[in-house]
């Protein structure tokens, strides 16, 4: 099992640009997560979505946008990047209440 | 609203010293508890959890136990390895429309020395 994929693992970005984080689960998860981890903060939540079709907000969630087409797709996009979004984004995913499964991260710098 | 709160690090312990994170949480109702632990470049793994009030949750020789009168659910080994070395958080899962959004601590990293 592939677990959680997350792609690509590292980015750098100018100022204004957009991307498309990807993330890919395999274990027929109906809860997904994206989270950002900035150093010494630990982790806060972004989006999350209960079952494809169905997404809402974190804690942190503007400057982003989801989507769920699919049980086993939750892309994270962000349109105009800023130096403020340089962080290291994770997904997860999840079964009720079992834990999270999460992906091996992508390292993002906005400059 | 929910929140966790550990020790600040960086912890640095010697090889088979005995290791505790502390951990507290505020939280209305009964939520679940977790230790996840981060290795260097990677992502973080669920390490073990408990779901109510005495519950212990053990793996790979580190325990902790859901305290609900003192709100904490503090990390312990025995005997540490340098293998140990990583970020330790904790969390706090509450279940909100059939979802469990889980509340992290800052994180505690622990450095072992052999």
């Known amino acids: 099992n592939a677990g959680v994929t997350q792609t690509p693992k590292f980015r750098i970005l100018k100022i204004g640009q957009s991307m498309t984080l990807q993330c890919t689960q395999d274990?027929?998860?109906?809860?997904m997560y994206w989270y950002r981890q900035d150093p010494g903060m630990g982790l806060k939540l972004i989006y999350y979505?209960?079952?494809?079709?169905?997404?809402d907000k974190g804690e942190v969630p503007n400057g982003y946008n989801v989507s769920r087409s699919t049980t086993e797709d939750f892309p994270l996009r962000l349109e105009l990047a800023a130096p403020s979004q340089t962080s290291v984004y994770f997904c997860?995913?999840?079964?009720?209440?079992?834990?999270?499964?999460f992906g091996s991260g992508t390292r993002l710098t906005v400059v | 609203g929910n929140s966790v709160t550990q020790m600040e690090g960086p912890v640095t312990l010697s090889e088979e010293a005995f290791l505790t994170i502390n951990c507290t949480y505020t939280?209305?109702?009964?939520?679940?508890l977790f230790w996840y632990v981060q290795y260097p470049g990677e992502g973080l793994q669920l390490l073990l959890k408990?779901?109510?009030?005495?519950d212990k949750g053990s793996n790979k020789g580190f325990e902790a136990t859901y305290r609900k009168e003192t709100t904490s659910f503090h990390l312990e080994k025995g005997s540490v390895q340098v293998s140990d070395s990583a970020v330790y958080f904790c969390?706090?899962?509450?279940?909100?429309?059939?979802?469990?959004?889980?509340?992290f601590g800052k994180g505690t990293k622990l450095t072992v020395n052999p």
């Open positions: 997860a995913s999840s079964y009720r209440q079992d834990g999270y499964t």
């Open positions: 274990m027929n998860h109906n809860y």
């Open positions: 979505s209960v079952g494809a079709g169905i997404t």
């Open positions: 939280a209305t109702g009964y939520p679940s």
């Open positions: 408990a779901t109510k009030a005495d």
């Open positions: 969390a706090l899962g509450h279940p909100q429309g059939g979802s469990e959004k889980l509340v």
